[in-house]
């Protein structure tokens, strides 16, 4: 992978990014004035914020399964 096609796929994560941002992330945070996040009392953003954290980590997770699989099942093509 060269670095402009490296560049593309970061250009390509962000429009999705946006998207959602755009999509499901306006019906649910959207406020027409704002973002529910700029409101939110400091102790319910920190709260969100930990929850998030906790999904990413728990995402981590499963990508790291799935991956110990692939490498696994990799590894026995290699036998």
Do not use: H, W
């Amino acid at each position: 992978m060269t670095s402009e096609e490296l560049a593309d796929s970061v250009s390509d994560f962000i429009g999705e990014c946006r998207s959602r941002i755009l999509g499901i992330g306006a019906e649910q945070y959207d406020e027409g004035d704002g973002q529910k996040f700029e409101k939110m009392p400091l102790a319910g953003l920190i709260r969100y914020a930990r929850e998030e954290a906790q999904d990413l980590a728990v995402y981590a997770a499963m990508l790291d399964i799935r991956l110990a699989r692939l490498e696994a099942a990799f590894s026995a093509d290699d036998n």
